[in-house]
C-alpha cells in the first residue's frame, strides 16, 4: 500500500470500493448513478480535534475498519499513484464490528445516527392487492444498531433516547436506504424519529 501523508485533525483517509461503481457487466458508473451509501477501507487517520471549549475529541474508527459512508461525501486525493477519499470522522455513518468485539449486528452505527430494519410494506388494503407502483416503503422498522450520540464542545456524547431492538416511526422522506451483505436496510438520524413503539416485525 502507497505511504499516505500525515493526516490532520478529525479526518480519515478511506479507499473505496471500485466495485461498488460498476455494474454487473463491469461498465463504470459516475459517482451519481451509484448506490447512496459506500463502503471503503479506511488506511489513515487523523488524532482528532479540539472543541471550541478546549476540549479533545480523539478520532474513534481506527486505521482497517470498513465503514460506510455517503456516496459523493469528502472529496479525492491522490498518494503515490493511488486515489483515497478524504472527509471528516462526521461524515460517516457506520463501521463493521470488530472481530475483537462482542458479538452483534455487523453494522455498527456512528454519531446520531440509528440502523433500522424496515418493516414490511403493506401490499393489500383489506382484501384488495396493491398494484406494485402504489406500494410504499413504510416509515418505520426495528434499531438493530444505534450510536452514542452527536459530541458537544465539552467533548460529551448526547445520548439516543432509542434502545436496540425497539421499534420506530420516523419522518416521511428520511432515511437512507443501505446493503450490508445481501441485506437491506435504512439509516436515520436520531432527529428524524417520531416516535418509539414495540418491536416492529419486519
Given at each position: 500500500m502507497s505511504k499516505i501523508v500525515e493526516v490532520?485533525?478529525?479526518?480519515v483517509w478511506i479507499k473505496w470500493d471500485d466495485e461498488q461503481l460498476q455494474t454487473e457487466g463491469g461498465i463504470h458508473l459516475p459517482e451519481y448513478s451509484a448506490?447512496?451509501?459506500?463502503?471503503?477501507l479506511?488506511?489513515?487517520i487523523?488524532?482528532?480535534k479540539w472543541t471550541k471549549q478546549g476540549y479533545f475529541i480523539e478520532t474513534?474508527?481506527?486505521?482497517?475498519?470498513r465503514v460506510c459512508f455517503p456516496c459523493g461525501a469528502g472529496y479525492k486525493t491522490q498518494s503515490?499513484?493511488?486515489?483515497?477519499?478524504c472527509m471528516q470522522e462526521r461524515d460517516l455513518w457506520a463501521r463493521e464490528r470488530r472481530i475483537d468485539e462482542p458479538e452483534g449486528f455487523g453494522l455498527l452505527a456512528l454519531w446520531d445516527k440509528i440502523i433500522l430494519k424496515r418493516a414490511e410494506p403493506e401490499t393489500m388494503i383489506g382484501l384488495i392487492h396493491l398494484p406494485e407502483q402504489a406500494i410504499k416503503k413504510p416509515c418505520r422498522g426495528t434499531a438493530l444498531s444505534v450510536g452514542p450520540g452527536l459530541t458537544n464542545d465539552e467533548g460529551l456524547s448526547t445520548p439516543i433516547d432509542v434502545q436496540v431492538g425497539e421499534g420506530v416511526r420516523f419522518k416521511q422522506y428520511q432515511g437512507m436506504d443501505i446493503e450490508f451483505k445481501g441485506e437491506e436496510y435504512v439509516i436515520i438520524s436520531d432527529l428524524d424519529v417520531i416516535v418509539k413503539e414495540e418491536e416492529v416485525v419486519a
Amino acid at each position: 500500500m502507497s505511504k499516505i501523508v500525515e493526516v490532520y485533525d478529525d479526518h480519515v483517509w478511506i479507499k473505496w470500493d471500485d466495485e461498488q461503481l460498476q455494474t454487473e457487466g463491469g461498465i463504470h458508473l459516475p459517482e451519481y448513478s451509484a448506490k447512496l451509501a459506500q463502503y471503503g477501507l479506511v488506511v489513515a487517520i487523523g488524532p482528532g480535534k479540539w472543541t471550541k471549549q478546549g476540549y479533545f475529541i480523539e478520532t474513534k474508527v481506527k486505521v482497517g475498519d470498513r465503514v460506510c459512508f455517503p456516496c459523493g461525501a469528502g472529496y479525492k486525493t491522490q498518494s503515490e499513484g493511488q486515489e483515497y477519499l478524504c472527509m471528516q470522522e462526521r461524515d460517516l455513518w457506520a463501521r463493521e464490528r470488530r472481530i475483537d468485539e462482542p458479538e452483534g449486528f455487523g453494522l455498527l452505527a456512528l454519531w446520531d445516527k440509528i440502523i433500522l430494519k424496515r418493516a414490511e410494506p403493506e401490499t393489500m388494503i383489506g382484501l384488495i392487492h396493491l398494484p406494485e407502483q402504489a406500494i410504499k416503503k413504510p416509515c418505520r422498522g426495528t434499531a438493530l444498531s444505534v450510536g452514542p450520540g452527536l459530541t458537544n464542545d465539552e467533548g460529551l456524547s448526547t445520548p439516543i433516547d432509542v434502545q436496540v431492538g425497539e421499534g420506530v416511526r420516523f419522518k416521511q422522506y428520511q432515511g437512507m436506504d443501505i446493503e450490508f451483505k445481501g441485506e437491506e436496510y435504512v439509516i436515520i438520524s436520531d432527529l428524524d424519529v417520531i416516535v418509539k413503539e414495540e418491536e416492529v416485525v419486519a
